[in-house]
């Protein structure tokens, strides 16, 4: 037959309990999804497609810098021996562009990692265990709890 009386007082809450729990059906926790290295952060940042089309002139640039040049095309020798500055610029201020976006998303993700962290360990949910009214934080949170759910929370 079945026991009305666990719908009414909830399960009973002891520890021993909570843990056979947690070993049957899992915690209630969402694992993280590891972080992006630097290194991915920075990959991503080079697939601008600005960033691309400036790469691929500063490179175009380099390669036409020391192409030689015949005497009757004219320009000046100077011009020749530094055409290759122009393509190296290029390619520092891609750099540096791409270095400044990665450590900054870098940056982003460390303090959106440590809010969602402070979110979840701080974010409480009143359950009924053993007949009583409890909060209790939401990773606590096991099969068999009868949650209260109020206006405005998250389930």
Not at 3 to 17: A, K, N, R
Not at 36 to 45: C, G, I, P
Not at 131 to 155: F, L, R, S, T
Request: proline share 5%; hydrophobic share 40%.
């Amino acid at each position: 037959m079945f026991d009305c009386t666990v719908w009414i007082t909830g399960i009973s809450g002891s520890p021993v309990d909570l843990e056979d729990r947690r070993k049957t059906f899992g915690s209630n926790v969402i694992p993280p999804k590891p972080p992006k290295t630097f290194l991915q952060l920075v990959w991503e940042a080079i697939q601008d497609v600005t960033l691309i089309v400036l790469i691929v002139a500063a490179l175009i640039s380099l390669g036409l810098s020391f192409y030689p040049r015949s005497e009757t095309e004219g320009g000046d020798s100077s011009e020749s021996e530094a055409g290759w500055i122009e393509g190296v610029a290029i390619l520092g201020a891609v750099s540096v562009v791409v270095l400044v976006t990665a450590f900054n998303d870098y940056q982003k993700e460390k303090q959106f990692r440590g809010l969602q962290s402070k979110i979840e360990h701080e974010h409480q949910f009143s359950v009924i265990r053993g007949g009583q009214d409890k909060n209790i934080p939401v990773g606590e949170m096991v099969v068999g709890d009868i949650a209260q759910v109020k206006y405005g929370e998250c389930v």
